[in-house]
């Protein structure tokens, strides 16, 4: 294992452009998957956990978010489109946005609501948070944000989410979830992942650094309802120092 790849502790960027790669290279592979879900999900190394994890947040989240026909619900990061199956149908406008265009694709190609108001946007984190307001179709009530963060770096994290606060409409709703580290910050860097075959950059930040991501929106009048984890599946080894960790805010 090579030290210079596998980080603890000290804060090092990443390359958004090998992030944006990894997972054109799983989009263009998805339909020799198991199931779609392990496309973006991850846990290559049994399948299965990826159906488990989006099941435990399709029961146990979605109701706590209150999306009906007024909701106007942006999910960035939508991938293939996990969440826009249970958002589409459900709300007033739903804008799903990816780092990959692949990705942004197969969204597309997935989720057929010819009755329904949504977009699906070749957009990353940095880029959509950047855009002026007078771009955008509307102000937003609900937002999802799932396991994207891990892959920003820290000033464009703390950069993009101080302009998405604009975005936001007065009441709104917002669900985060990212895999975190549970002792010291440990970020790879170009580190090959027998699970998934490839390299893989990610920051599995603490639970204290994301409270401190999500301080300028608690500044703005969020109150955090609920924090937890999701169910812990990967109980190997390997996957001792991370868990799946979320939290819901509201205004």
Same mark, same amino acid.
């Given at each position: 294992?090579?030290?210079?790849?596998?980080?603890?502790?000290?804060?090092?960027?990443?390359?958004?452009?090998? /992030?944006?790669?990894?997972?054109?290279?799983?989009?263009?592979?998805?339909?020799?998957?198991?199931?779609?879900?392990?496309?973006?999900?991850?846990?290559?190394?049994?399948?299965?956990?990826?159906?488990?994890?989006?099941?435990?947040?399709?029961?146990?989240?979605?109701?706590?978010?209150?999306?009906?026909?007024?909701?106007?619900?942006?999910?960035?990061?939508?991938?293939?489109?996990?969440?826009?199956?249970?958002?589409?149908?459900?709300?007033?406008?739903?804008?799903?946005?990816?780092?990959?265009?692949?990705?942004?694709?197969?969204?597309?190609?997935?989720?057929?609501?010819?009755?329904?108001?949504?977009?699906?946007?070749?957009?990353?984190?940095?880029?959509?948070?950047?855009?002026?307001?007078?771009?955008?179709?509307?102000?937003?009530?609900?937002?999802?944000?799932?396991?994207?963060?891990?892959?920003?770096?820290?000033?464009?994290?703390?950069?993009?989410?101080?302009?998405?606060?604009?975005?936001?409409?007065?009441?709104?709703?917002?669900?985060?979830?990212?895999?975190?580290?549970?002792?010291?910050?440990? /970020?790879?860097?170009?580190?090959?992942?027998?699970?998934?075959?490839?390299?893989?950059?990610?920051?599995?930040? /603490?639970?204290?650094?994301?409270?401190?991501?999500?301080?300028?929106?608690?500044?703005?009048?969020?109150?955090?309802?609920?924090?937890?984890?999701?169910?812990?599946?990967?109980?190997?080894?390997?996957?001792?120092?991370?868990?799946?960790?979320?939290?819901?805010?509201?205004?």
């Amino acid at each position: 294992m090579n030290k210079k790849n596998r980080i603890y502790g000290k804060k090092v960027d990443i390359n958004s452009n090998h /992030t944006k790669d990894f997972y054109n290279n799983r989009a263009r592979n998805i339909s020799r998957m198991d199931n779609p879900y392990v496309s973006v999900l991850l846990g290559d190394q049994n399948p299965e956990y990826a159906l488990t994890w989006d099941a435990y947040e399709k029961e146990h989240i979605l109701p706590k978010m209150q999306i009906d026909e007024h909701s106007k619900t942006l999910d960035i990061g939508c991938g293939m489109g996990r969440w826009a199956e249970a958002l589409i149908s459900r709300s007033g406008y739903y804008c799903g946005t990816d780092l990959s265009p692949e990705m942004v694709k197969c969204a597309a190609q997935r989720n057929y609501f010819p009755e329904k108001s949504y977009d699906f946007l070749n957009y990353g984190f940095e880029e959509f948070c950047a855009l002026p307001e007078s771009e955008l179709p509307c102000l937003f009530n609900r937002l999802w944000i799932c396991g994207i963060m891990m892959y920003v770096n820290d000033d464009a994290l703390f950069t993009g989410m101080g302009q998405l606060l604009a975005k936001m409409d007065t009441h709104a709703k917002a669900y985060f979830t990212e895999t975190i580290a549970l002792d010291e910050r440990l /970020t790879l860097n170009q580190f090959y992942s027998e699970a998934l075959k490839a390299d893989y950059d990610v920051i599995y930040r /603490t639970e204290a650094e994301y409270n401190q991501v999500y301080k300028s929106w608690l500044d703005a009048g969020f109150l955090i309802v609920e924090q937890g984890f999701l169910p812990h599946l990967n109980k190997e080894k390997e996957y001792s120092e991370t868990d799946r960790w979320y939290t819901i805010l509201e205004r």
